[in-house]
């Protein structure tokens, strides 16, 4: 598929993603009960409806809020009256480190128990890595997130538990973001690894008389790096998803935490504005992947 | 969904790690039988159907004397609450065992369902391509596009939470798994001489669906649905941790750990129990559909 | 005329002293308005979502207009009414016997941007307050038609009928600065607010904190912060605002966790004030569907008798709740005879005997989950538990906030219908009057205003209700209070009261010198802060 052809699908998927949402938190319920104040006579209640738009039909509301994000403006938050995109934006970078973060996380656990792995293949290393891997994506993420609040800021006291102060608040957390992809990458590191170990390649490389390690590290492991990079930027798009909860948990001000509250506040503008970024971000890390799967091996290009 | 094409390089690997015994179709080898699962399964199963008759009492009892006891074996605990007391002197053992009915129900309904949903898409998808093919596949496309928590999220606000709300939200959520790798299968079996042969004869397309594509695509569904017990289970655990899952008086593990977050320096026991409940379900799912897929045939790519 | 040297002598004598006396008490004086130094940070738990007093639409606004705002009257820190920017008001019968409040606005006054505070600005904020379309509580000044300005220091309220809710609500109205507001726009307003209060507003990130600096030119000379910069740092999670108290990154917490109270209150140097948080809790029961159980006093009064409340107050919230029957202690309308209803299940089950339902029955029983009080959901679980032990078997239903009042605002069309019982709260205040309260949970709904989260229905109480609306003279008023409190109680109406939460503030005592004040009904204001070394 050309690239052209990528981008339109990509496309059509976000213009269907914002018709979903917008539909479906219109019908989350009246927001107005929540922002005005409980004894607000008839009157203030029609005018604040009128003000925000709410009485007008629905597919005019769509056709208005559509308009308006083309041109990045997704209205003011009902909430706070400040534009809805900026403070998605605002948060943006606090995700965004975290899922890096994670990424980073589950890539330095991954290589180093893939890589023993596949290099003591059928040793108890080999199988207690698989065990730990297997168990690791048993876990629901939030209570990776709970137990690791639990035992280290509760207990010891080593490490913040909330927010986002220091650069060790950003421990706990993407260790609980990332825990969940480090039994799969591990896997691929591990099987990228034994097909490259078995290859003429390396085996000439051996006869040479070059030191194991090298080998294995240097050489081999570039080799496995690529299925493993490949598969990076659906991880990341992973984590940007996967960090809604973790973030509630930890109190990090990212862009999944202010679209949790902005549910449960009935906040339209800024669910449309968070839930909207996330699924562009999404479709753009997955294009990227497929883009970079059809460069790296030809053959997985299909017309 | 990352986790899918994770899966697709992950089998690869998988079936070169697990090694030549199986290859043997119709052996049975013991050493590699999925112990675990075999274990917990069954008392899953049981807690589930014994239903109230099992509970050692009652779940919804608050005491509020016997709050916070810790489990049996230390200091200060019962034995009469093995598992310890949460916050409102409820016992913790009771509500996991009722937990276990409300997750494997769930994933029961959510699985049928979606798994229902999901083949029927697949299978016409990968039957009649065309027009037909490529709009059930844009379908797929936006609906994956939009992270999974997030349409979530919004779902079960417009709903409002609940056990329907849960299965509804995770069916549309997980179809698309379903529909996805059933579309891959029908195409490749599309191409069997037995199918042609079928349609030359005359069979109606029904017949030829009922006939002879889903029963060779029953493997697959099985190892799909038994992966996707752990799956399920974990995704309600967290919109019911959001609060927008199950809901009182129902127990489930996710609800648990939304509340035992609040006192979690008082009694860590709260969080961990219902967590490694949680966890056992899911390693028991992924064990055995692993064991699954690769004893139907480890060569198999599509998973 | 000649002077005689020995006199021009003591004359210059008699200059300098009475120079240097004038220098002296010049000095004093600055020397008591003396600028304010040092920077504080604290901590709240919920932030407002607007700086605009004619948005305020949730007590929780209050806690940062409060700060840069003021009303004419004001309570102080002991809870007495004390006139403010008011030097003093006067309420008179009109010529046409409707009543007119003579105010005279108290001389000296400025916004923070250097304009004096004068009656037009009064007559300014008044619009800007009656206006639906811009305010949130038009209905709070609707009943005043005419704004009359007598001088620039002192105006008329001309009031169409009487009502005796803009007493209670010092005066309502908030002085908002004219010039500016006509110059900058609405909008540029909410965004930079000019007030006449002691903090002035440097700047505000949503979700993050709120920035101030001590009024240089304030008014009131005797009761100012001490500290030239406030920040106000927004952290909703008890674990993590509490981290940072405890790791010094704030040195003043709001709203401690109930179970870690007994925690502060030991650790040193820190202080603690627990205060009754102003609102109202109450479990209110379905009264206006033709069949309900609720329908009957005896089924409320079996309910009302099945709760221990008290157990409650201790083990779930950690004794942090008061008690009250009707209407709390010090409150307009208390009535030390009425005693809240004693927990007694074996009376409760004899009463749902009477009533007709011998085995008890079944109802939805809604909770909120949304801790906007600590412990509201606990609470509400622990109530419908001891109310399902006497047979009034509750199906409890979680809501969070956004669901839970959807359900409870009447005057909705279509479901979901409250169709049972319903854990409630409706602010009486500090030191509270039940008055706004009652209008809106105890007086019949009616579309256009009474009863918005009513599901009472009793005519007797309708009218005591609209008449003390209608009474200023207090103490007439507080007559019609205690009895309307009284008939609320014999009848259960309007819901059964079940507690008053506290609310508990810490600070390094060592650091910074703090006495609490309230901003309208709600705590927190920093009237009285400073810091106790030079920072």
């Known amino acids: 598929m050309s690239i052209a052809k990528r981008l339109l699908h990509g496309l059509v998927s976000i213009l269907g993603a914002s018709v979903i949402i917008f539909l479906i938190s219109r019908l989350s319920g009246d927001p107005l009960a929540l922002l005005l104040p409980a004894d607000a006579p008839p009157d203030v209640i029609e005018q604040t409806r009128q003000h925000l738009g709410l009485d007008q039909p629905l597919v005019a509301q769509y056709l208005k809020f559509l308009g308006h994000a083309l041109t990045g403006d997704f209205g003011n938050s009902y909430r706070w009256q400040e534009p809805a995109l900026g403070l998605i ?3 943006l970078p606090a995700t965004v480190e975290l899922a890096l973060a994670a990424l980073a996380f589950s890539i330095a656990m991954a290589v180093p128990f893939g890589v023993l792995s596949a290099v003591h293949r059928g040793s108890w290393f080999d199988r207690f890595a698989k065990v730990f891997a297997m168990v690791g994506q048993a876990m629901p993420n939030f209570w990776v997130g709970l137990l690791l609040i639990l035992f280290f800021a509760v207990q010891l006291n080593w490490l913040p538990a909330f927010g986002r102060e220091s650069w060790s608040s950003l421990v706990l957390p993407a260790i609980a973001l990332g825990w969940y992809p480090v039994a799969a990458q591990t896997r691929i590191v591990r099987s990228a690894m034994l097909d490259v170990l078995d290859s003429d390649y390396i085996r000439m490389g051996r006869a040479m008389g070059l030191p194991e390690r090298v080998l294995v590290w240097k050489y081999a492991l570039r080799n496995a790096a690529i299925p493993l990079v490949t598969i990076l930027g659906v991880y990341f798009a992973a984590m940007l998803g996967g960090a809604f909860v973790v973030e509630v948990i930890f109190a990090w001000p990212g862009v999944g935490r202010t679209v949790v509250e902005a549910v449960f506040a009935r906040d339209f503008p800024v669910v449309q504005a968070g839930v909207m970024l996330t699924s562009v971000l999404f479709v753009l890390s997955n294009l990227l992947v497929d883009l970079s799967y059809s460069l790296i091996d030809p053959r997985i290009r299909h017309g | 969904m990352a986790d899918l094409t994770a899966a697709k390089t992950a089998s690869a690997a998988d079936s070169a790690i697990a090694g030549a015994p199986l290859r043997r179709r119709g052996a049975i080898a013991w050493g590699t039988l999925p112990w675990f699962a075999l274990l917990v399964f069954p008392v899953l199963i049981v807690c589930a159907l014994g239903g109230e008759l099992l509970l050692p009492h009652d779940p919804n009892a608050l005491d509020l004397g016997i709050a916070f006891l ?13 598992l310890g007391t949460d916050n409102m002197g409820r016992d913790l053992l009771t509500r996991i065992m009722a937990g276990t009915r409300i997750s494997l129900v769930v994933a029961l309904y959510a699985i049928l369902i979606s798994g229902g949903i999901g083949t029927a898409a697949g299978m016409l998808a990968g039957y009649f391509g065309g027009r037909l093919d490529a709009l059930i596949m844009r379908l797929v496309d936006i609906q994956m596009s939009i992270p999974s928590l997030a349409l979530a999220l919004v779902l079960a606000a417009v709903l409002g939470p609940g056990f329907e709300t849960v299965v509804l939200v995770i069916v549309i959520t997980y179809w698309t798994w379903y529909a996805r790798i059933v579309r891959g299968e029908v195409m490749s079996l599309k191409q069997r001489d037995y199918v042609a042969l079928a349609r030359v004869a005359g069979c109606g397309t029904p017949t030829i669906f009922r006939r002879h594509l889903l029963p060779n695509l029953l493997n697959t569904l099985l190892v799909l649905a038994t992966l996707q017990v752990g799956q399920v289970i974990i995704f309600e655990a967290s919109l019911s941790f959001l609060g927008l899952g199950i809901q009182q008086p129902d127990v489930s593990w996710g609800l648990m750990l939304a509340d035992a977050r609040n006192y979690i320096t008082n009694a860590w026991w709260a969080i961990t129990m219902p967590g490694l409940a949680i966890m056992a379900t899911c390693l028991a799912s992924n064990l055995l559909g692993d064991w699954l897929r690769d004893r139907f045939d480890p060569k198999r790519r599509q998973l | 005329m000649q002077q005689h040297p020995a006199s021009a002598r003591s004359k210059l004598t008699i200059t300098i002293g009475a120079l240097a006396f004038g220098a002296m008490t010049a000095l004093w004086g600055t020397a008591q308005a003396a600028p304010a130094t040092g920077s504080l940070t ?37 809870l007495q009414d004390e006139n403010w920017l008011a030097e003093s008001w006067k309420l008179e019968t009109g010529k046409d016997g409707k009543p007119v409040l003579d105010v005279r606005l108290r001389k000296g006054v400025k916004f923070h941007n250097g304009d004096p505070l004068t009656a037009e600005d009064m007559e300014f904020s008044w619009q800007r307050q009656r206006d639906p379309k811009g305010s949130f509580f038009s209905h709070y000044v609707s009943s005043v038609e005419r704004f009359e300005i007598v001088d620039a220091h002192r105006f008329k309220l001309h009031f169409k009928e ?14 908002m600065p004219k010039k500016y507001i006509q110059k900058v726009g609405e909008e540029e307003f909410a965004r930079k607010p000019v007030g006449t209060g002691p903090w002035k507003f440097v700047s505000r990130t949503v979700k993050d904190e709120l920035k101030l600096e001590a009024f240089d030119d304030y008014w009131n000379k005797n009761k100012r912060p001490g500290v030239k910069t406030l920040t106000i740092k927004v952290i909703p999670e008890d674990l993590t605002r509490v981290a940072a108290f405890k790791t010094g990154k704030v040195d003043w917490i709001d709203n401690v966790p109930p179970s870690m109270i007994e925690e502060f209150r030991k650790m040193p140097g820190v202080k603690t004030a627990t205060l009754v948080s102003g609102n109202n809790l109450f479990l209110n029961f379905n009264t206006q569907m033709p069949k309900s159980p609720f329908n009957d006093v005896r089924v409320r009064q079996a309910a009302a008798h099945a709760i221990d409340v008290d157990a409650i107050i201790k083990r779930v919230l950690f004794g942090q709740g008061e008690r009250y029957a009707q209407v709390g202690k010090g409150s307009n309308g208390y009535d030390p005879a009425l005693k809240p209803y004693a927990y007694d299940p074996k009376r409760a089950r004899e009463l749902l005997k009477q009533a ?4 008890g029955f079944d109802t939805p029983c809604y909770n909120l989950t949304t801790p906007r009080e600590p412990g509201v959901k606990e609470v509400g679980e622990a109530m419908y538990a001891y109310l399902s032990s006497v047979g009034i078997r509750c199906q409890v239903r979680n809501l969070e906030y956004g669901a839970w009042i959807s359900l409870g605002k009447r005057g909705r069309s279509g ?3 409250m169709d049972g019982v319903l854990s409630w709260m409706w602010s009486q205040g500090l030191p509270g009057d039940p008055g706004l309260a009652w209008s809106g949970h105890l007086h019949s709904y009616q579309p256009g205003g009474w009863g918005t989260y009513s599901y009472t229905n009793d005519a007797e109480v309708d009218a005591l209700i609209e008449k003390q609306r209608q009474t200023m003279d207090p103490a007439a008023r507080t007559e019609l209070l205690k009895q309307i409190a009284r008939l609320k109680h014999e009848r259960v109406l309007g819901g059964l009261p079940t507690y008053r939460p506290l609310v508990t503030f810490a600070w390094r005592e060592d650091k910074v010198h703090y006495v609490p004040w309230p901003i309208r009904d709600y705590w927190r204001a920093f009237q009285e802060v400073s810091l106790k070394q030079a920072q």
Do not use: C, K
């Open chain 1, 89 to 91: 934006l605002d948060r």
């Open chain 2, 70 to 82: 810790p489990p049996a074996w230390l200091d200060g605990g019962n034995w009469a609450y093995p």
């Open chain 3, 42 to 78: 604290v901590a709240f738990g919920a932030e407002s979502t607007t700086l605009d007093p004619v948005r305020i639409s949730a007590g929780v606004d209050h806690y940062f207009v409060g700060q840069i705002f003021e009303m004419l009257v004001r309570r102080n820190a002991s």
């Open chain 3, 162 to 175: 009487p009502d005796a809710q803009f007493l209670v609500g010092n005066l309502q109205l908030w002085a």
């Open chain 3, 356 to 359: 007709g339902y011998p085995n």
């Open chain 3, 415 to 417: 479901p979901p219908e």
